[in-house]
């Protein structure tokens, strides 16, 4: 008897919005901060220290932190990952 083939499945990647009140519950996931004055920010939320997320952001040479006052931030969102079975 074969076994049966898994299951394919498509992930989907989008960014959601969400309130700087829960920024928190998001550490270690892909967030875009759009600070005001400021150019969008988006990376890795790696902390949140007096009132600054930290933002690790890839570059062509590696790695740069970003650092962005809470207070100043005018809109937020998180990296959601949905799988929907093919069909």
């Known amino acids: 008897m074969k076994a049966k083939p898994p299951a394919r499945v498509r992930i989907v990647r989008r960014f959601v919005p969400v309130s700087v009140g829960v920024l928190d519950q998001y550490l270690g ?12 920010r988006e990376g890795v939320l790696v ?25 100043r931030i005018r809109s ?10 093919l069909q």
Request: no cysteine; net charge neutral.
């Open 29 to 40: 996931q892909t967030v875009r901060i759009r600070p005001d004055a400021q150019p969008a």
């Open 47 to 71: 902390a949140i220290v007096n009132g600054e997320a930290q933002i690790e952001q890839r570059t062509h040479g590696g790695k740069v932190t970003s650092y962005v006052p809470l207070d």
């Open 76 to 85: 937020l969102e998180v990296m959601q990952e949905k799988r929907q079975p």
